[in-house]
């Protein structure tokens, strides 16, 4: 979690600063804050496979809304809302499901820089790995969009641009990479271990890193959360000064949500906090 997005991901787009801040806090949450790893990859050579994964997990269901609020310094600049569907249609025997991302700017924030940016994946329920992803982006007047066709089998991704790129088995997008790494198993994760998700965007291949720091509770508006701690691996010197300027707090229990991202940027802090959720697959950690 590029990062135009009110939303996700926030991978090499972190780490560039002439992208928008508000962009930036929001892909920190809802990709646990991974960022890139300093330099573009090899090439990928497309892998020959006759089979999709089944990732075994209880995370999440259809029905799950998560509601967050955006801060920028002492302002209010934004609010966040994250959806998961059932989607009626089958591809390639599979049963998928739909999320979608819908971000704006909100009061006196949104008189100088209006947000108005929506994101879908339409990801394998099994596999959890995406088939399509849709990215509609208005930020300050700036507009673009972006439509990728994943081929899985073929270890494939096919841009709006008709163009068409290798990359490895099961890649995910700036969206479904969110769904996947709420389905990493913590329980024996020692302090500095290091996970690393594969990810697609911006017409690029690149490495999704998080290194996790230990458990933390923490008090939010809304009450107490028992909470793992996460820093991501950062391109230090554009946006962020170094990795302990970035960390995200998802809850200790087998929901995995991001309730807390901090920031500390070159030009001013960003906070961006859970507000809301209904229809969770677990009992959240709460006190």
Known sequence: MTGRAVWYGACKWVGM???PLIATAAACVFSFGFAQSGSAPAPVAAPKM????????HAFTPGEKLSYVLHYGWLNAGVATLELK????EIGGRNVLHAVGVGQSTGAFKTFYKVDDRYETYFD???VFPYIFVRRVDEGGYKFSQDYTFM?????VTTQEKKTFDVPAHVQDMLSAFYFARTIDFGNAKVGDVFTIETFLDNELWPLRMRYVGKETIKLRNGKYRCLKFQPVVQEGRIFKGNDDLNVWITDDANRIPVLAQAKVLVGSIKMELSGYEGLANPIAKE
Do not use: F, M, S
């Not at 899985?152 to 494939?156: D, E, L, V």
């Open 86 to 89: 059932e989607y009626p249609r």
């Open 50 to 57: 006759n089979t999709l994964r089944t990732v075994e997990h």
């Open 152 to 156: 899985q089998r073929k270890g494939q």
């Open 17 to 19: 600063a002439q992208r």
């Open 125 to 127: 329920e099994g596999g």
